[in-house]
């Protein structure tokens, strides 16, 4: 098992800057990909960013792609995900999650563990 702990969440206002960890322990070794989900009031739980644990291979969701990036310490098991000019539409839980298989994909349904999710919300 892979445990997810993320931080960073918090209040910011629009077009400012956050930075999001994501911390794994546990059974890390089996990991391949990192990724980071974001679930609205409402909403389905969608994808934002993934890289590759060993690779660094990144994808992007095509909203987020010239604003938020995905970058990894393998050193210290972490995955950060840095959000520059947010919009109040990025206000959300985000989720880390990991799979052991090693394509970076950007589907929920193929990641094997998730984090408990921190808040994120943009006042406008």
């Known amino acids: 098992q892979v445990q997810l702990v993320e931080s960073g969440g918090g209040l910011v206002q629009a077009g400012g800057s956050l930075r999001l960890s994501c911390t794994a322990s546990?059974?890390?070794?089996?990991?391949?990909?990192m990724g980071w989900f974001r679930q609205a009031p409402g909403m389905e739980r969608e994808f934002v960013a993934a890289?590759?644990?060993?690779?660094?291979?990144?994808a992007y969701a095509d909203s987020v792609k010239d604003r938020l990036t995905i970058s990894k310490d393998n050193a210290k098991n972490t995955v950060y995900l840095q959000m520059n000019s947010l919009k109040a539409d990025d206000t959300a839980v985000y989720y880390c999650?990991?799979?052991?298989?090693?394509?970076?994909?950007?589907?929920?349904?193929?990641?094997?563990?998730w984090g408990q999710g921190t808040q994120v919300t943009v006042s406008s």
């Open positions: 999650a990991a799979r052991d298989r090693i394509f970076v994909v950007k589907e929920a349904s193929a990641y094997d563990y």
């Open positions: 546990g059974r890390t070794f089996s990991m391949s990909v």
């Open positions: 890289i590759g644990w060993k690779a660094g291979n990144t």
